[in-house]
């Protein structure tokens, strides 16, 4: 498992379940040119799932948000 988290400021509850959604982005004043293009999330959630992992997000407004992936053992076994 993989665990990445911040003490920024958070995602409210209603915005969490949309957070993995393509060009989706919960502050709507943000563009492509101010703040990326909203797929990154996506991709991520579609190359984890791909290798048979599983992701997911946590997060409490005004106290920070945490993500984390999982992968299989065997995806993460290096042979020689």
Known sequence: MVEVADTGSGISAEDLPHVFE????????????????????AITRKLVEAHGGSIGVESVPGAGTVFRFRLPATILHFSQ
């Open 22 to 41: 393509r060009f989706w982005r919960a502050d709507k004043s943000r563009t492509r040119q101010t703040g990326g293009s909203g797929l990154g999330l």
